[in-house]
């Protein structure tokens, strides 16, 4: 699976990343022939200097931007994790209640996790926000049937207190999950960065070499480094679409689990007490 997807990734990034390269390559040609190259000659120190002075700096944004939506994708990947646990978690707790009122709440648990995986994720990952919060309900439906559980001995009322200790956790890592699919780097930054590439690359136009392979390969290998860092920045930028998007995995883990849970009978009460 791991071979499939780097496949697929190389597929996907090869047109961007060679793109920019022939692109970068016909620029050398027409540039070689518009421009004087005797008079470049005379500024090759100052322009290289200058190109030294803007690789530094888009060097460090770029460093910068990297780390941010590398950090934002872990981010959302810890908070579905997160939500994950806590919905098995909750699960766990549920067994301990009154038959029917147990198994209405795994049913009620199991399908938020089924919407969660089959409507709410995808609609993350095209940005819809109305399918999240049609989800939302069902977290709801989920608080008032804890709320209207009956609560008989002592340890009922343990479980009872510890599951809306549970719920609220749930609703928490909900929250943060929904927040990190809507997270994005500021479209300022952005265009500094796409900006700040295409300066750098049209630079080495300004360039006097000699050999016109040399200069147009250092200018291709330039082009296409920046289209490589610009595809992964995009790609990590979205955490729930894209080549590096969050994993499903441990929501159908939470899946498999409540459904199980779901199907068979109340634990045993030496169990639940």
Not at 117 to 142: F, Q, R, T, Y
Not at 234 to 241: E, G, N, S
Request: hydrophobic letters at 50%; charged letters at 20%.
């Amino acid at each position: 699976m791991r071979i499939a997807r780097a496949v697929k990734t190389l597929l996907r990034m090869t047109p961007a990343v060679g793109g920019a390269a022939a692109l970068a390559m016909l620029a050398v040609l027409i540039a070689r022939d518009v421009l004087d190259q005797a008079a470049l000659r005379h500024s090759n120190d100052e322009v290289g200097n200058y190109i030294q002075a803007l690789g530094a700096i888009y060097a460090v944004l770029a460093a910068f931007v990297v780390y941010a939506v590398w950090t934002q994708l872990n981010e959302a990947r810890l908070q579905c994790d997160r939500e994950a646990n806590e919905l098995i978690d909750l699960s766990r707790v549920f067994e301990g209640f009154p038959e029917q009122c147990r198994r209405r709440l795994q049913v009620k648990l199991a399908t938020y996790v089924d919407t969660v995986i089959h409507v709410e994720w995808p609609a993350m990952a095209k940005h819809i926000e109305a399918a999240s919060m049609e989800n939302g309900g069902l977290l709801d439906d989920i608080w008032s049937e804890l709320h209207s559980a009956p609560v008989e001995t002592e340890c009922q009322r343990s479980l009872h207190a510890e599951a809306l200790t549970r719920f609220n956790d749930l609703s928490d890592a909900r929250t943060a999950r929904l927040s990190a699919a809507r997270a994005r780097i500021p479209l300022s930054l952005s265009l500094l960065l796409y900006f700040g590439g295409l300066s750098l690359v049209g630079s080495m136009l300004l360039v006097a070499i000699e050999s016109l392979w040399i200069h147009a390969l250092t200018t291709a290998s330039l082009a296409s480094a920046v289209a490589h860092l610009l595809y992964v920045v995009a790609d990590l930028d979205d955490a729930f679409a894209g080549d590096w998007q969050v994993s499903r995995e441990p929501f159908e883990r939470a899946q498999r689990f409540i459904a199980k849970r779901a199907r068979e009978p109340a634990a045993a009460p030496s169990i639940a007490a």
